[in-house]
């Protein structure tokens, strides 16, 4: 534009202009299938070795339609379910720790992944970002996760390197539900600062102390003191401190909401699969600060 005027006079008449909600629906659901295929398309540069890169998944459950969700089990008292499992992952590096010896995540080094899809699909896609973050020419690699089966067959099959670290957040969430069975919350605090600890072996035999002696409580007890035994050595937070490693999901916690539920879980929102994961892509490349090179590229080609 030659003048400010002319330029207002355009900007007014874009302004009355009428898009359709629809229009806008098949726009930002093909961008984000572009998008999808344009990261699958990317070849894994060759980046400067870093310390230490962290692989950290988990998920969240993003509102569906009724169509989308036949024959799903779910939460609810009558079985039913109301949506489905988003999958989010975040790659990021650690190149040092402050002078109180705690690790920092490198500044904008964090990327995103998600996806409405199978464990091993999930997977897949996780590892593909990983390539692309260098995470084969990283010191150290560290998988951090909530300790669930599927998350430990995703670091087995993709990251069996990886030193695998079961969040302690988590790890204290299953330790307050197990004080709450053995009907022991005064002794939470004392147990929280052995699992602090990684002591595992000692939490496991002052909870048998206290376990109830018959029922469903005690059942649901043993299920939860077995989830410590069983990812014992993935545990061992003292000596993950003493290495300068996070110990706890917090990123990828952050994660789950600004991908998923800044987004996805609006009220009145209900997504059909195709939707969902269409914005999902678009909405991991935007919060990886890839969003500019994608448009650069599509122009390019």
């Not at 949506?83 to 989010?88: L, P």
Request: hydrophobic share 35%.
């Amino acid at each position: 534009r030659t003048s400010f005027a002319e330029a207002e006079s355009d900007l007014a008449a874009y302004a009355n202009v009428h898009v359709d909600r629809r229009d806008i629906e098949r726009v930002a659901e093909q961008t984000g299938r572009e998008v999808e295929d344009w990261r699958n398309r990317q070849e894994a540069p060759a980046p400067e070795p870093v310390p230490v890169l962290y692989v950290s998944f988990d998920g969240t459950a993003a509102p569906m339609r009724r169509q989308e969700l036949v024959g799903r089990k779910g939460r609810q008292p009558d079985g039913a379910a109301k949506g489905r499992e988003v999958k989010v992952g975040c790659i990021f590096t650690q190149t040092g720790s402050n002078d109180e010896g705690f690790p920092v995540r490198d500044e904008d080094s964090t990327t995103y992944v998600a996806g409405l899809e199978s464990s091993t699909l999930f997977g897949e896609r996780l590892y593909r970002e990983a390539v692309l973050r260098g995470v084969e020419r990283a010191q150290t690699v560290v998988a951090l996760t909530d300790g669930a089966a599927y998350n430990k067959t995703i670091v087995q099959t993709h990251f069996s390197n990886a030193i695998h670290i079961v969040d302690l957040y988590h790890a204290r969430e299953h330790l307050h539900e197990l004080a709450i069975l053995c009907g022991a919350p005064d002794r939470e605090d004392e147990w929280r600062a052995v699992l602090d600890l990684g002591a595992i072996d000692p939490l496991s035999a002052a909870v048998r102390q206290r376990l109830p002696k018959r029922g469903s409580k005690r059942k649901e007890a043993l299920k939860q003191l077995k989830y410590f035994q069983k990812n014992e050595r993935h545990m061992q937070y003292a000596e993950f401190r003493h290495q300068g490693f996070f110990v706890g999901s917090g990123v990828v916690e952050a994660g789950c909401r600004t991908v998923v539920g800044q987004r996805l879980k609006q009220p009145g929102m209900f997504w059909s699969v195709r939707g969902a994961q269409a914005i999902l892509q678009l909405r991991c490349c935007f919060l990886s600060e890839l969003f500019d090179r994608f448009w650069d590229d599509r122009a390019a080609s």
